[in-house]
């Protein structure tokens, strides 16, 4: 749910009716917003409710509550959960303080997606492979500066090379608007074959 809720076949854009308050006066003033299919909604708070259920067993009955507590992984878990139960309470409320709120839960759901390092606990081969990064710290992040050098440096020339090659009366200016655009062009570049 967590992903198709995110597609556009599953939103619908919905008009709301919001009151801004202005001096003594209060209006009204129509905004769209984009309301999740209940279906997925209804699949995520089964899965959320199981999840916490999980959690909370686990949390009564270990033996040491701190050492359960410092564990990362069960911090991941308890972060992941707690954006439903938050929104859920939150829902209601139509202030823009309470909007923004519920926008900056929506980025912290991502969390559950962390969860899938305790995929470790039951795969020796990703156990090993998280050895192996851990080992290999110093040269990865030595790739990732290199990486991170010839995105900035090819992004840049290209940003040029288009401004220089453009032409002032064409009706169709270059895609490189700005660098940053540039680096998607750099990375692709770079890090594959025939794009």
Do not use: Q
Request: glycine residues 6%; positive net charge.
């Amino acid at each position: 749910a967590f992903c198709l809720e995110t597609h556009e076949a599953f939103n619908k854009i919905v008009n709301l009716t919001v009151y801004v308050r202005e001096g003594n006066s209060t209006r009204a003033k129509k905004v769209y917003g984009l309301e999740t299919e209940p279906a997925l909604m209804y699949v995520e708070g089964v899965c959320v409710v199981w999840f916490t259920l999980e959690f909370l067993a686990r949390i009564i009955f270990c033996p040491n509550k701190l050492l359960f507590v410092k564990n990362m992984l069960n911090l991941i878990d308890f972060v992941a959960i707690l954006p439903f139960y938050l929104e859920l309470a939150l829902r209601g409320l139509t202030s823009k303080a309470a909007r923004d709120v519920l926008g900056f839960l929506r980025v912290v759901r991502f969390v559950r997606i962390l969860r899938i390092f305790k995929l470790t606990r039951h795969f020796v081969g990703l156990r090993v492979l998280g050895h192996t990064l851990r080992a290999s710290t110093n040269e990865f992040l030595l790739l990732v500066t290199f990486l991170a050098l010839g995105v900035l440096i090819f992004a840049t020339m290209i940003y040029y090379a288009e401004r220089l090659g453009e032409n002032s009366n064409s009706r169709s200016p270059t895609h490189f608007k700005n660098i940053p655009i540039g680096f998607w062009w750099a990375v692709v570049t770079m890090t594959t074959l025939g794009y």
